[in-house]
Each structure stands twice: as C-alpha cells, then as structure tokens.
C-alpha cells in the first residue's frame, strides 16, 4: 500500500525529508481496526517528531494522525464498529501515523465521523479538538469557577487549529467570556468569526490589552504556542489561584513567577491515555461522537482553511514548512492518494 514517511530524520528543505513509499498493508486484530484513509490533515505534532525521531533499523516512520476514513476490518474485541463504518480519530503517537492508504488503529480512541461536513473538512479536527476538549474540561475545569475571578478564559494562539476549535467549544458548552490572541488581522477577524468575545494582540502587552477590557482578572489561561515568553504577563494578568495550561514544549520553563499567586500549572497530552492505555481511554471515542453531534446539529464549524491536494510526500512537504513557517491559520487538509 502507498504511505509517506521518511527514513532520515531532520529539515523538511531536504529532498528526501518526506518520501514516497510501499509498505505491507496491516491486519485488524483485538482492540484494533483497520481504516481506510480518505483524508488526513497536518499538525504542529507531525513536525516536531520528523525533526526528533530518528527511523530504527531502516523502518520508515509513518507521520500522520488525524484522519478521516472507512472501517474495513475489525479485531476479536471491537464491537462499537462495522466494515463499512465512516471514522474520524487521532491516533497513537506511539504507533505508525494515518499517511498510508491504510491505518491501524485502536478502537476505542474513535468516533463515528460527522455526516453533515465533507470529508477532508472533518480530517481538520480530531487532533485539535481532542487536545482542546480535555484542556479545557480535564485539566482547567473551567465549569469549576475560580472565587474572586473573572469568569473568563484567554487563550493564547487563538487563531491556530487548537485555538480554533477552543473558541468554538467555549462558546458552545460553556458560559465563559473568551478572550483569544491574534496579531494579524486576518487570523483577528477568523477567532472573532469563530465566537470570541474580545480578541487581543499577542505582539503587543496582553496585560494591558486585558486590563483595558474591565472585567477583572481572568481565572483561566489556555497557551497554545510560546508559552514559556508569556509567562511574565500571564502571572500579571490571571486571577489569584486560577489555572493555567499549556500544550506546545518549552526547552525550559520556570513555574516559580506562578507561586505567589498560587497558579495550578496543567500540561495537556493528547496522546497520553492511548500511549498509556489508560482506564479512561474510551472516553477519547466518547468526545468524537459528542462534537460530531455538534457538527451535525450545526454548531460547531470545521476549521480547515487550506486544502493541499492528495496526500503524498510533495503536498506534506509543502504542509509542513507552511505550519513550521507560524503563519497558518486553522488546519491544512489532504484527501485521496
């Protein structure tokens, strides 16, 4: 079957930094199903681990985790699925990626796809609305107010494919005043369509811009990108004992400015309960089937703004240097091979 991986690891300005291959179809067997893949979508984690992680003994390593696509075959223990099932899901960071026109994949990490969107467009979200959902509502628990604070969250990268969805989920199942980031006004007037009550310059003092906005001090802040060069300003501006989280990864980051207000500090993972095989992995199935409702019922928008062709390696190339440029705005799709 066709994939795209790459055996040396490093810049994606390489010819060879993603390649075009052929490589043994795989079997669906316990928990797992085997998915063909329709339409993928490309991820800030997707260049990250081709500049880190080295191919062992000449495998290639298969990038890829978002991915839209049709139920084959089933293993022994899978029962919420059939052949002919349309999918959507993330994947395991720890198993081969959805940049093959077939993918293994444990299927209780799944939902059923939405019905009412193309297919392309729902490739944009599973990843993102994943790392958002379990943000928001597992680690800030912001239906848990914090006293004295603003009932209102800030999230910082507001207009990148977390972001995106984050503002949109907000809106939806929660009564928070959401104050997103953007510095270009393009991706400033996108997180206002999206549902953001105030948008904010991250190029410029946030504190200031958040002070000027006379609501108080936010009890939660959510940090997409850079956070570690945010910290001097989010210690400013958040409430006393609010909570802060983070998803992107900082060589170093330095949570003694937070003490004295007594700031939770949460990193969220996306990846953690399948690359644990956690109690609670199911639960990951549970959220993609309640936001393809939402689609379904039209309240949640995709945030695919770019579609870059089929999926192979000269496309995901072009992907990722855009996404490692800092300059996309929701998510880059693929479809077809």
């Known amino acids: 079957m066709k994939a795209i991986g790459y055996t040396i690891n490093g810049a994606i300005d390489r010819a060879n930094a993603l390649i075009d291959l052929e490589i ?14 329709e339409a993928v979508s490309v991820n800030p984690i997707d260049t990250k681990i081709r500049q880190s992680r080295a191919a062992e003994g000449g495998t290639p390593v298969i990038l890829g985790w978002d991915a839209v696509g049709e139920v084959v075959e089933i293993g022994d223990k899978v029962s919420q699925f059939k052949t002919g099932d349309k999918v959507w899901y993330a994947g395991a960071i720890n198993r081969p990626g959805t940049n093959a026109e077939y993918h293994l994949v444990d299927a209780r990490i799944v939902g059923h796809a939405p019905k009412s969107i193309e297919t392309s467009a729902a490739a944009a979200l599973p990843l993102t609305t994943l790392t958002a959902q379990e943000m928001i509502f597992d680690r800030l628990k912001v239906t848990d107010s914090v006293p004295g604070a603003a009932n209102a969250i800030v999230i910082i990268g507001g207009a990148g494919g977390v972001g995106s969805i984050a ?39 946030l504190s200031e811009q958040i002070a000027a906005l006379n609501i108080g001090a936010p009890g939660f802040v959510f940090s997409t990108n850079y956070s570690e060069t945010y910290v001097p300003q989010i210690v400013e501006f958040i409430a006393p004992q609010g909570r802060f989280g983070l998803i992107d990864d900082p060589e170093v980051f330095d949570i003694m400015p937070f003490k004295a207000k007594a700031v939770s500090i949460h990193w969220e993972l996306m990846f953690t309960r399948s690359l644990f095989t956690t109690d609670d992995i199911a639960r990951q199935g549970e959220i993609l089937d309640a936001v393809a409702a939402l689609i379904d019922a039209a309240k949640i928008r995709s945030t695919a703004t770019e579609s870059f062709g089929t999926i192979n390696a000269e496309n995901l190339k072009r992907a990722h240097a855009l996404i490692e440029s800092g300059k996309a705005k929701g998510k880059i799709v693929l479809e077809g091979f």
Not at 24 to 37: M, Q, R, S
Not at 168 to 179: A, K, M, N, S
């Open 167 to 205: 503002i949109q989920l907000l809106r939806e199942q929660t009564d928070l005043t959401i104050i997103a980031t953007a510095s270009r006004p393009e991706t400033q007037e996108w997180v206002k369509e999206l549902g953001a009550h105030y948008v904010v310059d991250h190029s410029k003092s």
């Open 24 to 37: 043994e179809k795989p079997t669906a067997t316990g928990h797992d199903i085997l998915v063909k893949v």
